[in-house]
């Protein structure tokens, strides 16, 4: 089915859905998203108040330790982060007065590749953090051979506001059935 399909864009459904649909059924979810490219090394400007700290570097290690031993806040807690190996490296937090504010980490990595993803405790939500993380992120030393991808579901408006923010260029669109 997919062999005759056209490409299928931003605001399109694609072609055969109902056909896919009905092939892979039952089907709990699909959804569409969307992938940009995401230059290296982006500008990096948090604002003041905000520390960008590599998960490589010392006070990312440190951030690690302090985590492990006193267990994750609840700020991390309610991004989906239960422990510190939930830190999928390599990641850059955003730490505004002592408190992890956001995480920007490897979603999906690969010797060439690397999708980023990020999370914002909704208490810092709508003040650029996660744009920061994510341009803190581009910059990472262990990312610099590999393409780096940002992705995001269709209906994310958040996350489709950080990619224009940063100006990213949307390379496709996927489809994600489950």
Known sequence: AAAGAPPFFDRATPAHLDRYLHLLAPVEHWNVGLVYALPHALRCDAGAGVALIDGDSDAGRQLRE????HGMPAGLHSMGFRGVDDLWSPWCAA????????VAFAA???DV???????????????GL?????EGWSRLPSLRTRTLFYSTDRDNLASRRVAARLGLALRGTTLRIA
Do not use: D
């Open 66 to 69: 302090s985590l492990a031993t």
């Open 95 to 102: 730490v505004v007065g002592g408190e992890v504010a956001s």
């Open 108 to 110: 999906r990595l690969s």
């Open 113 to 127: 590749g690397a999708e980023l993803g990020v999370a914002t405790a909704p208490a810092f939500r709508g003040r």
């Open 130 to 134: 996660a744009a920061a993380v994510t």
